[in-house]
């Protein structure tokens, strides 16, 4: 079929804002022009091309990444705002391994009560022996359930467990509902003598074990493991014939881990920038826009390119960054840049910076962070369709934590006219936006829902809306720049989190 040359020299090409919006603050105009397509397509390309194989922080594909972007931010003119001058924020990824042959369940007297195997295994970042909270042995005979005083035992406990598959569900239905929350609760894991079992790999950060993620030891049983521990525990019930009621036998023996950890650091850094503000007393807070920059990288099946996750996040934060630079007015606070390692991984370069921050975090007055800002949502779990997503976005979390924030935000779209779709759940934690709001810092999670291709090879430049993410940017940029102005701080003030706030 020939084409129709007329009709594609009068199409218009206008990548601006959306139908409705008005003319942006004249302050800002030149910086807001500055974000378009035509820079921010070949970028996104380049982070989620094959040069960079998907960012990958272990093998490092990441830190070629991280490179590249920290000569693009010099290039554009921002300032280094890490460590000592430049703009990487170290911090080693501790992976580790718990050595089965040389670890075991210890009793009284630390006398071995199983050794890990395929009878007991273990999953930990504690190297040595540890203390294990208290063992409550519990039996359900079919249909039974526990009394409110026996569910109060297992609170903070391991609990091991013989049920029904039925029972056990309805016991954990009836812990949630009287919100009592146990270490563990264990049932057999069906293993047989001739299981080999693996031990697996968890990454936290080098002398930072994560508090935010409490249960940093696992445990598994097979039914004869527990029978074992029940015999040095006395649980006599646990083990014996028929039983008419439920049993539950809290244990008087400490029991102890003795793990031996076979651990491998792996040095990465996150990659931060600043613009540093005018005013000499503003100066010295902070507007942070954050984005990580890692992703699943080339496995065997494939390279997993995450153009939507998080090259688009990143391709944003960087034109925010050079538009700041390019507007004539300069603002009053600073604003910092920040570039993340080790998402995927748990969070794990967010974590790292508000651990060892480069800008006090009492200074930081809000953050914006941008995890998935280029597709339109297509989650089977809705009935909209992508054509009716096309420009929306959700601004999540941030009306639990600041509404003063969330105003700012919809008062900058006033001159982009996205579309600001309330979160029909709590997202803010499932990104490095949860690092920033577990500090109380007033934190918006930018996001424009699931697809299809979330995490799989198939997130690809090719099915990025790139009109949409650009206005994202402009949006966003005209939001740093009104933080940035000498305007109030927005107050953290946080409530429960309810669906369609507005
Ligand atoms: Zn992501």
């Known amino acids: 079929m020939r084409l129709w040359p007329i009709f594609l020299a009068a199409a218009p090409i206008a990548f601006g804002q959306y139908p409705g919006a008005t003319k942006p603050t004249a302050a800002w105009q030149t910086g807001f022009d500055s974000i378009t397509v035509k820079d921010a397509k070949p970028f996104l390309e380049t982070l989620a091309g094959p040069m960079f194989r998907g960012r990958e922080p272990l093998r490092g594909d990441y830190g070629l990444a991280a490179g590249w972007l920290a000569a693009r931010l010099q290039q554009a003119g921002l300032e280094p705002a890490a460590d000592d001058g430049t703009f990487f924020h170290r911090f080693a990824i501790q992976s580790s391994s718990v050595d089965l042959s040389k670890s075991s369940l210890l009793g009284p007297d630390s006398q071995v009560v199983v050794p890990c195997g395929w009878r007991f295994s273990v999953s930990t970042v504690v190297d040595g022996t540890q203390e294990l909270p208290g063992i409550v042995f519990v039996r359900i005979p079919s249909g039974g359930s526990l009394k409110p005083d026996q569910l109060k035992r297992l609170a903070g406990k391991i609990v091991l467990l013989r049920a029904s598959p039925q029972d056990t569900g309805n016991l954990s239905q009836a812990l949630r509902a009287a919100s009592l929350v146990p270490y563990a609760v264990c049932t057999p894991n069906g293993r047989n003598p001739d299981s080999v079992v693996q031990s697996r790999k968890s990454t936290s950060i080098q002398g930072h074990p994560d508090p935010r993620r409490p249960v940093m030891t696992s445990l598994s049983f097979s039914d004869d493991a527990m029978s074992s521990v029940a015999k040095v525990a006395g649980a006599g019930l646990f083990e014996s014939g028929s039983l008419s009621e439920p049993a539950v036998e809290p244990s008087n023996v400490t029991f102890k881990l003795s793990a031996k950890l076979?651990?491998?650091?792996?040095?990465?850094?996150?990659?931060?920038?600043?613009?540093?503000?005018?005013?000499?007393?503003?100066?010295?807070?902070?507007?942070?826009?954050?984005?990580?920059?890692?992703?699943?990288?080339?496995?065997?099946?494939?390279?997993?390119?995450?153009?939507?996750?998080?090259?688009?996040?990143?391709?944003?934060?960087?034109?925010?960054?050079?538009?700041?630079?390019?507007?004539?007015?300069?603002?009053?606070?600073?604003?910092?840049?920040?570039?993340?390692?080790?998402?995927?991984?748990?969070?794990?370069?967010?974590?790292?910076?508000?651990?060892?921050?480069?800008?006090?975090?009492?200074?930081?007055?809000?953050?914006?962070?941008?995890?998935?800002?280029?597709?339109?949502?297509?989650?089977p779990r809705f009935k909209s369709v992508a054509a009716e997503n096309g420009k929306m976005v959700y601004p999540s979390g941030v009306a639990f934590n600041s509404p003063d924030f969330l105003k700012v935000l919809f008062d900058a779209n006033k001159q982009v006219g996205l579309t600001l779709k309330a979160d029909v759940e709590d997202r803010i934690m499932r990104s490095d936006s949860g690092s920033f709001a577990w500090k109380q810092i007033p934190t918006v999670k930018v996001f424009t829902g699931d697809h299809e291709d979330y995490h799989k090879t198939t997130d690809t430049p090719d099915k990025v809306n790139f009109e949409k993410m650009v206005n994202i940017a402009k949006w966003l940029y005209l939001t740093v720049q009104d933080l940035a102005s000498g305007r109030a701080r927005p107050r953290w003030q946080p409530s429960p989190f309810k669906p369609n706030p507005w």
């Open 262 to 379: 076979d651990v491998t650091l792996y040095p990465s850094v996150n990659v931060v920038a600043k613009v540093s503000g005018t005013d000499p007393i503003l100066s010295k807070e902070a507007v942070v826009v954050g984005s990580h920059l890692d992703h699943l990288g080339a496995q065997s099946n494939g390279t997993y390119f995450g153009a939507d996750d998080n090259a688009s996040g990143c391709t944003a934060n960087f034109f925010i960054a050079r538009a700041v630079v390019l507007n004539k007015i300069r603002p009053k606070r600073s604003v910092y840049f920040a570039f993340w390692s080790s998402e995927e991984l748990g969070l794990l370069g967010s974590y790292a910076f508000v651990q060892r921050p480069t800008v006090n975090l009492s200074d930081i007055i809000a953050y914006i962070n941008m995890d998935m800002v280029g597709r339109d949502e297509n989650d």
